[in-house]
């Protein structure tokens, strides 16, 4: 080689004292599949990808945000969520350290309880004897719900760390809205062949098809295909508003808001039917739907699906009767006892957590680590035995012990105390003024987006009030900062009266001088 191509020569050498070596790590790595290999595996792939996280590690946090993924390769297998949101976080720090002018979206209103929350989470933790992580060799469980709970929160940080230019809004709400797709995938798991095993260790299966591998449509549970149709139903809305959908001519619009209505309910959950009627409901009075001529066809339709329902409610999917079960109508009583025997476990759970459980936890909080104790506990005459009293089933006792008490307040007051229903009402009544002021005073191209940002957060949070809605706080805290973050991001912070005025002079364009024209002269005599 030429001496004067050294620098082609150094890093020719540079190239291969790093690519050598990996090759051989790889390969003696591939020798043997264990659980270590694949995370080294997964490890140098990550190396090897890292450039395009540095570039597009935005768009994959709001992809994954209700992506089901799970990244089976790192311990105790977390959702790939969890592993953007870190990801997030770190690009964000360097970018600050290299670039000190570096700053995301000011919101005092929403980080101060943020931060409440976060100390009461910590100061938790360590009057409990720590968080406890297993899967990390630790005799307690439940530290994982600590780091869900904790990057949950953080995430907010990371959500607002740039604001989305607006000719990116709807791209960018498309990767957070759609990512909920990928949940359909699991469903197939019972009736995939043998050789596409590995395709579930990322999409997990739902768990609607049980032990026996029974698949029918309309029969079994589809919790993916629900989450599918859902999710598909929200961004419809939320990309073209109804007046979009009804009023553009295009006639496959409406066709498909009514497929993906249906196919939401094949995963046989009354929330997954109530959300969207009432995301279709509100979306009918804020866009003024009734001052339209739609308003007649709407009535008139309505109408006609209640007589065609009403007569053969029994003939449909008995997932979609099961989600109908708390209308007044004339059911299989199997699919109505189904339902009724989860509400019943719901309300005996929460009568033994009130006599039990939250007497003993008011003023402090337990957390979230588990301990043998706890375990014991199942054998007693505790909160977590009534929970299975109503069938005996051992599995949904386990569910009470672990804290996933489908009911928002309690899973609040249990682990965090008073301290904790006090902190999240603040935190809930200032994000919902913050989706609000968005939707009322944010730009006009954007008032679809706004919307369902807005009411997605307050059907959550009013659910919490009344003490019917939610899973577990360490989990929806996901849900709730993720609609409040997009909404500052898509808005560039928090939208006031004064926002459109500013908007359309900073969009104004000065007009240009008029150039003076010369007067011609009458020419003169010669």
Known sequence: MNSNNAPELIRSLVVYAICIPLAIVLGYSL???????ISMVALLATFLVLPLLLKFHYPLLLFSWHASI????????????????????????????IARETSYISVPSVVWPLAAMLALVFLTAKLNGGMGLHSAGSSV??????????????????????????EKARKYAALFILGGL???????????????????????????????????????????????????????????GLRGIFLSGKIWRPLLLVLMFFVGTLGGFRSSLFLMIAVFAAAFFAEKIYQTWLVAPAVLGGLC???????????????????????????????????????????????????????????????????????DEMEGQTAFVTAGAGNGNVAQQGLALAGDY??????????????????????GFAGLRVVWLNFKYGRPELRTLNFIMFIMFFIEFVSYLSCVGGLAFSTDINWFIGYLGMSIALNHGVCNKNSQRILEESMAVEEPPAIEQPQLQPAGRV
Request: hydrophobic letters at 55%; a neutral charge; charged letters at 15%.
């Open 305 to 375: 699906l209640a007589l065609i329902i009403i007569p053969t409610a029994r003939q449909l999917p008995f997932t979609a009767q099961r989600a109908m079960a708390f209308l007044p109508l004339n059911l299989d009583p199997e699919a109505v006892a189904a339902a009724q025997d989860s509400t019943d476990w719901r309300f005996n759970m929460w009568a033994g957590l009130m006599e039990h459980e939250v007497p003993d936890h008011l003023w402090k909080g337990k957390g979230y680590a588990l301990s043998k104790d706890d375990f």
């Open 406 to 427: 489908h009911n928002g307040m309690l899973s609040l007051v249990i682990p965090l105390g008073v301290y904790g229903v006090v902190i999240f009402l603040w935190f």
């Open 70 to 97: 799970w990244l089976f390769f790192v311990k105790a297998s977390p959702q790939l969520w969890l592993a953007a949101v870190a990801i997030s976080l770190v690009i964000i720090v360097l970018e600050k350290v």
């Open 31 to 37: 020798t043997d599949i264990t659980y270590g290999s």
């Open 182 to 240: 990928t949940a359909i995938i699991g469903d197939f798991a019972y009736i995939a062949p043998r050789w596409m095993t590995p395709v579930f260790w990322v999409f997990p299966p739902s768990g609607g098809a049980g032990a026996d591998n029974a698949f029918e449509i309309g029969v079994t549970r589809l919790a993916g295909a629900g989450a599918f149709g859902v999710a598909a139903f929200t961004w419809l809305i939320a990309n073209y």
């Open 141 to 166: 469980y439940g530290g994982k719900k600590y780091i869900i709970l904790i990057l949950g929160m953080l995430s907010y940080f990371a959500l607002v760390s740039k604001p989305i230019p607006p």
